[in-house]
C-alpha cells in the first residue's frame, strides 16, 4: 500500500478556514485518495474522496495537486465539532478491501 | 447515529475467558468489515464478510473468529484473552463485496471497548 505523511497536529480557530495536508508521493495511477475522521469516542467517518480533480461535498473539499503527490483537505469554517484526527489513506480501485490507517492528524479546534 | 449498531458499548473481562462483539450493519448493507484500534498499533483491519461468506482477511489472530448470519449482523468472538487484546473494536459496514471497486465510503459504528484485566 503506498504511503502517506500527514502532520501529527494541527490548531485552527472556530469559523476559520482549515487546511489539513496529506503527501503521498509514491501514489500509483489509480489510487484513489480518500479521507475519514475519527472525533472523540466515535468510529471513523467518511468525509471524501477523488482521483485527480478537485471535490467538493457538504462536509469539505479535496484539493489534489496537478502531481497527486499531496493533497489537502480543506474545512471551510471549522467549527468546534470539527475537533477530530483526519486520516488520509489511498485506495487502489480494485484493490485490497481493507482501509490501512496512517497515525493521522489531530486537529484542536479553539472556540 | 451512523445506522451501524455495536454492542456492547463497553466489555470488561479477565485474561484467559471468550467474548463475543455484536454488530448490525446500516440498512441494506451487505458487507461487514472488523477493525481493531489499540493505543500502539492504531487502527488495524482484521476481516469482512459478504453476505454470509468471509472476503477479506487482515491481522485477525487464530483467536479470534467472525462471522455473519442470514440476518446480516455480525458477531467477532475473541478467546483465550490476553492484556494486550484491551482495544476498541469497531464494525464498518458497506453496500457493495468490492467497495473499493466503487469508491464507497464504509460506514463505522462507535465501537466496543474492551478491557482485559
Known amino acids: 500500500d503506498a504511503k502517506t505523511t500527514q502532520p501529527n497536529s494541527m490548531e485552527s480557530n472556530e469559523e476559520e478556514p482549515v487546511h489539513l495536508p496529506c503527501n503521498h508521493s509514491t501514489i500509483s495511477g489509480t489510487d484513489y485518495i480518500h479521507w475519514y475522521r475519527q472525533l472523540p469516542s466515535q468510529g471513523p467517518e467518511y468525509v471524501i474522496h477523488?482521483?485527480?480533480s478537485n471535490v467538493n461535498n457538504r462536509m469539505a473539499s479535496l484539493a489534489i495537486a496537478e502531481d497527486r503527490k499531496s493533497s489537502t483537505l480543506i474545512l471551510h469554517r471549522a467549527t468546534l465539532r470539527d475537533a477530530a484526527v483526519y486520516y488520509c489513506?489511498?485506495?487502489?480501485?480494485?484493490?485490497?478491501?481493507?482501509?490501512?490507517f496512517g497515525k493521522g492528524t489531530k486537529l484542536t479546534v479553539n472556540p | 447515529d451512523s445506522g451501524v449498531t455495536q454492542t456492547p458499548k463497553h466489555l470488561i473481562t479477565a485474561t484467559g475467558q471468550r467474548v463475543t462483539l455484536r454488530c448490525s450493519p446500516r440498512s441494506g448493507d451487505l458487507s461487514v468489515y472488523w477493525y481493531q484500534q489499540s493505543l500502539d498499533q492504531g487502527l488495524q483491519f482484521l476481516i469482512q464478510?459478504?453476505?454470509?461468506?468471509?472476503?477479506a482477511k487482515g491481522n485477525i489472530l487464530e483467536r479470534f473468529s467472525a462471522q455473519q448470519f442470514p440476518d446480516l449482523h455480525s458477531e467477532l468472538n475473541l478467546s483465550s484473552l490476553e492484556l494486550g487484546d484491551s482495544a476498541l473494536y469497531f464494525c464498518a459496514s458497506s453496500v457493495q463485496e468490492k467497495s473499493v471497486l466503487y469508491n464507497y465510503g464504509y460506514t463505522f459504528g462507535s465501537g466496543t471497548r474492551l478491557t482485559v484485566v
Open positions: 477523488g482521483l485527480t
Open positions: 464478510y459478504y453476505n454470509g461468506e468471509e472476503r
Open positions: 489513506i489511498l485506495r487502489l480501485q480494485g484493490g485490497s478491501e481493507k482501509l490501512v
